[in-house]
């Protein structure tokens, strides 16, 4: 590979540990309640990654925190051939790797960024323009979105002006994208399990396969309804540690609620993570759960519900236990959907309970965390014990 092209959402995953489950139409509150960029440093992540493996790699970007300052901050001396500002052909004439023309680099806070989806999308048509041999995106499902529909609709281009239909969109036609996960709802097939993956992976790969960019209602997510709805089908390098898609279905919980109820104990205090397995214990316990959210209850009382980090932090006493259930497909017990259970929220609790029914683990060849502190999640990784039922538990590897 010669070319990568780069574009980072800077405000994606904002809304996760304030407990907005995404930024969509949540911008403004989600900086109200003092949300911090986490996409420019998992693109910085990234792209280090990258460049310890190809130094030389010519690297395209957008301007300033749409992804120029992650690459420069990498060690690449970038092409910026988009800038929301100066423009397309402003940005990419006379760019000899510098700051751009309008001095700007440095100049924004990632949090306080006006970008849109329209500045992803244009990024990704100078990036194509340009023959780029990769597309490496930061951000979440909408952002995979914006990607994509820019890839199949160059590649439905191509396709018509050629004559050859099966070079479009719906066998994963044009050209590769790799995600790089920042986002809160991460249910397509598209990202790298880390940040650090990702950079593996663009220096690595040697092939590529057609995966599903899925979307979902944000409003409905919010309001603890899943409603997925396929967006996409793209290339995407073939890699061990792309992750799969989400699994919804997860199978009956109920002998596992009923046994760990009866176990509870009143004198620790309990965090309940997002999705219907946890949500099935709090309905044992007499809890109306947050179906999508996070809630702490102590000795029969709910302490706090659809709790932000500082909120779950503020109630807390311990001794705590994070009661967590894997995403179905993907394994992931922290970093995905619940960025709420923050690395400050982890170290609180002296025991972390992992439950799943035995369908959803059998979908899963081994759990992950991705919590943005790499020696908390080296304290997660290991064998651990998942509760399946009544009285049942399985080893399962953490990795």
């Known amino acids: 590979m010669e070319s990568l092209g780069v574009v980072v959402n800077p405000i994606a995953g904002m809304g996760g540990r304030v407990g907005l489950k995404g930024t969509d139409g949540k911008l403004e509150e989600a900086r109200r309640r003092?949300?911090?960029?986490?996409?420019?440093?998992?693109?910085?992540?990234a792209l280090s990654a990258l460049h310890r493996r190809e130094p030389e790699l010519t690297v395209y970007t957008a301007a300033d925190v749409l992804g120029e300052r992650a690459v420069r901050d990498a060690g690449y001396e970038p092409v910026v051939v988009y800038d929301p500002i100066a423009g397309e052909s402003d940005a990419a004439a006379g760019d000899d790797g510098d700051a751009d023309s309008n001095g700007r680099a440095g100049s924004v806070e990632p949090a306080a960024a006006?970008?849109?989806?329209?500045?992803?999308?244009?990024?990704?048509?100078?990036?194509?323009?340009r023959g780029v041999d990769l597309i490496c995106f930061v951000g979440g499902d909408g952002t995979a979105v914006d990607v994509a529909e820019v890839i199949e609709h160059d590649a439905g281009s191509h396709a018509a002006d050629s004559d050859d239909a099966t070079s479009a969109s719906p066998d994963g036609g044009g050209t590769p994208m790799l995600g790089v996960p920042a986002g809160v709802k991460i249910y397509s097939s598209v990202f790298a399990v880390t940040p650090a993956d990702a950079g593996r992976i663009i220096a690595e790969f040697?092939?590529?396969?057609?995966?599903?960019?899925?979307?979902?209602d944000e409003?409905?997510?919010?309001?603890?309804?899943?409603?997925?709805?396929?967006?996409?089908?793209v290339p995407v390098p073939v890699a061990p540690d792309v992750q799969s898609g989400k699994q919804v279905a997860s199978g009956s919980v109920d002998s596992l609620?009923?046994?760990?109820?009866?176990?509870?104990?009143?004198?620790?205090?309990?965090?309940?993570?997002?999705?219907?397995?946890?949500?099935?214990?709090?309905?044992?316990?007499?809890?109306?759960?947050?179906?999508?959210?996070?809630?702490?209850?102590?000795?029969?009382t709910v302490l706090a519900r659809d709790a932000s980090e500082s909120e779950i932090l503020e109630v807390l006493t311990e001794p705590v236990t994070i009661v967590i259930s894997p995403i179905g497909g993907q394994g992931f017990v922290f970093g995905r959907g619940n960025h709420q259970i923050s690395p400050a929220v982890?170290?609180?609790?002296?025991?972390?309970?992992?439950?799943?029914?035995?369908?959803?683990?059998?979908g899963i060849d081994s759990l992950r965390v991705d919590t943005d502190d790499e020696d908390l999640d080296?304290?997660?990784?290991?064998?651990?014990r998942v509760r399946t039922g009544r009285f049942t538990t399985r080893l399962v590897n953490v990795v």
């Open 34 to 45: 003092g949300a911090k960029a986490r996409a420019p440093d998992r693109a910085r992540d």
């Open 114 to 129: 006006e970008t849109t989806a329209a500045d992803t999308r244009a990024a990704v048509r100078a990036f194509l323009e």
């Open 206 to 216: 040697d092939r590529v396969a057609p995966r599903e960019v899925n979307d979902i």
């Open 219 to 233: 409003d409905a997510y919010r309001e603890g309804e899943v409603r997925a709805e396929l967006k996409a089908v």
């Open 257 to 300: 609620a009923s046994g760990f109820a009866r176990e509870v104990d009143p004198d620790r205090t309990y965090v309940f993570g997002p999705g219907s397995t946890v949500g099935a214990i709090e309905t044992e316990l007499g809890i109306e759960p947050s179906p999508l959210g996070v809630d702490v209850w102590r000795d029969g």
């Open 346 to 362: 982890i170290r609180r609790a002296d025991e972390i309970e992992i439950v799943a029914s035995d369908e959803k683990l059998d």
């Open 378 to 384: 080296e304290t997660l990784r290991g064998w651990e």
